[in-house]
């Protein structure tokens, strides 16, 4: 397997850091942790990698997060990409190796598999919330997980949501006509 991942780095700090190693414990970490995601043998991985925080001024002794980067590679076998990833990952310099920026939060391979299961977990939210929001439901469970549903549905705030993530369904509505106005969906993390 090739893994090809082109550093985009503006700093004095960060060229150290590539000059130290960097690039070597990066491919240590996606061949370890993302590679075993796929389905399929890879036989070349491609991107970059570039710092969160990629000016100077973020690069003192004290930095919190001179050591955050983003990467952003596609997995490919064949020829055709089946898989890709776009995280926030941090370098532990004193351990020499690579790990999620957010430590609750897993670094998930978007494979085919995963993205046409999350359509689908999408396609059901949309559906039950507009029955939930039509009928005035005050029970439902989630689809994904089966779990009852925590649900507002007021004149002025439409939510319902998974109390295990699975998603967030929250809008704010006009009182006078039940409108839903702005909000948003957000979804768990695939699995």
């Not at 503006?10 to 993302?34: C, K, P, W």
Request: hydrophobic share 40%.
């Amino acid at each position: 397997m090739q893994i090809k991942v082109e550093p985009k780095v503006n700093t004095s700090y960060h060229h150290r850091m590539v000059e130290d190693g960097l690039l070597d414990r990066l491919q240590q970490f996606i061949a370890e942790d993302l590679v075993p995601q796929l389905p399929v043998p890879v036989d070349v991985v491609a991107g970059t990698i570039t710092p969160c925080f990629n000016e100077d001024h973020y690069c003192g002794a004290n930095s919190a997060v001179k050591d955050t980067y983003r990467l952003d590679v596609r997995f490919f076998a064949a020829s055709e990409v089946v898989g890709t990833i776009v995280e926030e990952i941090e370098d532990d310099v004193r351990n020499r190796r690579f790990r999620p920026r957010y430590r609750h939060k897993k670094l998930i391979v978007l494979t085919q598999a995963r993205l046409a299961a999350q359509a689908v977990l999408s396609r059901s939210v949309q559906s039950l919330c507009r029955r939930i929001a039509q009928q005035h439901l005050a029970e439902a469970t989630c689809p994904n997980c089966h779990a009852d549903l925590k649900i507002i549905d007021s004149p002025e705030i439409f939510d319902v949501r998974c109390p295990w993530h699975c998603f967030t369904y929250n809008f704010h509505r006009d009182p006078a006509s039940g409108a839903f106005l702005h909000g948003h969906v957000i979804f768990g993390q695939l699995e």
